[in-house]
């Protein structure tokens, strides 16, 4: 008999400060045997919007605001400014294997930024 596994993306919400830094980790395995996910055969991007199909608030890719990291590659690092306006979007973190180019949404959720009151409101 064959076991089905749930492929369905980690909900996961997160709230930044406007212009403060947006700083997450994720560790990736496989959900079926637990192994290790070696984020170095992916293309890994991280985004941020309104809503589905608008333009992208916030991206991070590997290199600019994403590095991959952990002595099995599969530690995934964000580190990137939140230079956006106040409000609710929606956010996902996706990974694309290089060798065939399956994609799949692992995390899935809200972003939320409020204003800081450290600089002015930008119109």
Do not use: C
Request: proline share 5%; hydrophobic share 40%.
């Amino acid at each position: 008999m064959a076991t089905s596994v749930d492929r369905s993306p980690i909900p996961h919400n997160y709230t930044g400060l406007r212009n403060d830094s947006w700083v997450e980790s994720f560790t990736f395995k496989d959900k079926a045997t637990q192994d290790p996910i070696n984020l170095t055969l992916y293309t890994v991007i991280a985004q941020v919007r309104k809503k589905a199909g608008m333009p992208v608030i916030l991206e991070a890719v590997d290199g600019d605001g994403l590095a991959i990291e952990g002595a099995d590659n599969n530690t995934l690092k964000i580190f990137k400014t939140i230079a956006a306006l106040p409000g609710e979007y929606i956010r996902e973190i996706q990974l694309t294997r290089i060798s065939d180019g399956y994609a799949r949404t692992y995390i899935k959720g809200t972003f939320l930024i409020v204003d800081d009151v450290a600089r002015e409101v930008i119109p």
